[in-house]
Nanobody
Framework: QVQLEESGGGSVQAGGSLRLSCVVSGYTVSRHCMAWFRQAPGKEHEGLARIDGDGRRTYAKVRFTISKDNAKNTLYLQMYSLKPEDSAMYYC???????????????????WGQGTQVTVSS
């Protein structure tokens, strides 16, 4: 069973930073595609960043950086210069059905964590 467990969310002042973690079980981060999404109240899932098994990265937000620690089988999202509009539930995702380099779409990822809440105050 693949399990994704996010952590690192919380409340932060605008302009601050947070580092989110996603500990992965049953799925090898070093070999496969991983991604971060978020969903704000009343909004659809938004793809944020993606990293493949070779460490190649793409980003939808310039203030966010995706990385991984293969030894810990853990995915990270470093977020800088946070704004109130960044407040959302943040999810890591794995096991895309269409390959890593299709659109960063919710429907392409089969395995999801439960999310970690990020709240940015002004």
């Amino acid at each position: 069973q693949v399990q994704l467990e996010e952590s690192g969310g919380g409340s932060v002042q605008a302009g601050g930073s947070l580092r989110l973690s996603c500990v992965v079980s049953g799925y090898t981060v070093s070999r496969h595609c991983m991604a971060w999404f978020r969903q704000a109240p009343g909004k659809e899932h938004e793809g944020l960043a993606r990293i493949d098994g070779d460490g190649r990265r793409t980003y939808a937000k310039v203030r966010f950086t995706i990385s991984k620690d293969n030894a810990k089988n853990t995915l990270y999202l470093q977020m800088y210069s946070l704004k109130p509009e960044d407040s959302a539930m943040y999810y890591c995702a794995a096991d895309p059905i269409g390959g890593c380099w299709n659109a960063l779409s919710r429907s392409d990822f089969r395995i999801w964590g439960q999310g970690t809440q990020v709240t940015v105050s002004s």
